[in-house]
């Protein structure tokens, strides 16, 4: 009889959330995700995604897509960590390359796209400083925006704990 209601309650759920079935698939090119499926057989909640490439994302999911908070892991050694939305990075989110420079702000449609500040590996962030408005990963307009890199920076931090969590 418990058995029976907590069966019920997980599958109710589950339907509830979108997520029914958690496991893993490997793709004929390679690709391998372990994580949370859709009754669509979308990937959908929570997942691990390696890409054929070397690319990893862990993060959440949505209809197939990298949608919410996640972390991407490229071959060549950068990162990004934030907000993705619809497979882009899109949101607040950090932007580390490969030889140290990182970008932490806004981000549209893969982008950086929005407020945000430019920090060079040597930890300086250029003169004059590269902090403002960038439009289309240019710095357009200067301007002093610490509560956006703040943003940024907490959302980054969320999407690490969620995915440390997570595995």
Same mark, same amino acid.
């Given at each position: 009889?418990?058995?029976?209601?907590?069966?019920? &309650?997980?599958?109710? =759920?589950?339907?509830?959330?979108?997520?029914?079935?958690?496991?893993? *698939?490997?793709?004929?090119?390679?690709?391998?995700?372990?994580?949370?499926?859709?009754? &669509?057989?979308?990937?959908?909640?929570? /997942?691990?995604?390696?890409?054929? =490439?070397?690319? &990893?994302?862990?993060?959440?999911?949505?209809?197939?897509?990298?949608?919410?908070?996640?972390?991407?892991?490229?071959?060549?050694?950068?990162?990004?960590? /934030?907000? *993705?939305?619809?497979?882009? %990075?899109?949101?607040?989110?950090? %932007?580390?390359?490969?030889? /140290?420079?990182?970008?932490?702000?806004?981000?549209?449609?893969?982008?950086?796209?929005?407020?945000?500040?430019?920090?060079?590996?040597?930890?300086?962030?250029? *003169?004059?400083?590269?902090?403002? *408005?960038?439009?289309?990963?240019?710095?357009?307009?200067?301007?002093?925006?610490?509560?956006?890199?703040?943003?940024?920076?907490?959302?980054?931090?969320?999407?690490?704990?969620?995915?440390?969590?997570?595995?």
């Amino acid at each position: 009889m418990l058995a029976e209601s907590l069966r019920r &309650r997980f599958l109710m =759920d589950g339907i509830l959330s979108g997520v029914v079935k958690c496991g893993g *698939f490997r793709y004929d090119d390679g690709t391998r995700y372990v994580g949370d499926w859709s009754c &669509r057989g979308q990937k959908h909640g929570m /997942g691990h995604l390696l890409l054929s =490439d070397g690319t &990893r994302y862990d993060g959440a999911f949505s209809n197939g897509m990298c949608s919410g908070l996640g972390v991407m892991c490229f071959p060549d050694g950068s990162k990004y960590e /934030g907000e *993705f939305m619809q497979g882009w %990075f899109h949101g607040h989110g950090i %932007f580390w390359r490969s030889d /140290g420079m990182r970008y932490e702000g806004e981000f549209r449609g893969g982008r950086i796209w929005g407020l945000g500040l430019v920090t060079f590996s040597d930890n300086s962030h250029g *003169f004059p400083r590269n902090e403002g *408005f960038f439009q289309d990963c240019r710095l357009i307009r200067k301007k002093r925006c610490p509560e956006v890199v703040l943003k940024a920076q907490k959302i980054a931090l969320m999407a690490r704990a969620q995915c440390d969590q997570a595995y």
